[in-house]
């Protein structure tokens, strides 16, 4: 059975920083595309990056130049680097593994960016 466990999320200030990690068990993450969406009240669900297999990196236009994915094999782990964050960043994230046409998520980390 697939786990993902996302962690790291919190408040803080506007231009702050933020790395948010995504920890998995039942499954070599090493295989699969994964993937950092996010939803904010009352918003659908949108992608924030991705990273296939390879390395191969992209960004949704809003958090270019300011969120860095990577992962880490070896440790099953994927990360989500937040910098210059804003207050429109605010929004529950959640970790996703893409396995073909099915998708694992994570329970969600809170990020909140306010004075």
């Known amino acids: 059975q697939v786990q993902l466990a996302e962690s790291g999320g919190g408040l803080v200030q506007p231009g702050g920083s933020l790395r948010l990690s995504c920890a998995g068990s039942?499954?070599?993450?090493?295989?699969?595309?994964m993937a950092w969406h996010r939803q904010a009240p009352g918003k659908q669900r949108e992608l924030v990056a991705r990273i296939t297999r390879g390395g191969t990196t992209g960004y949704a236009d809003s958090v270019k130049g300011r969120f860095t994915i990577s992962r880490d094999n070896a440790k099953n782990t994927v990360y989500l680097q937040m910098n210059s964050l804003k207050p429109e960043d605010t929004a529950v994230y959640y970790c996703a593994l893409v396995r073909g046409s099915t998708t694992d998520w994570g329970q969600g980390t809170q990020v909140t960016v306010s004075s």
């Open positions: 039942g499954i070599a993450f090493r295989s699969y595309a």
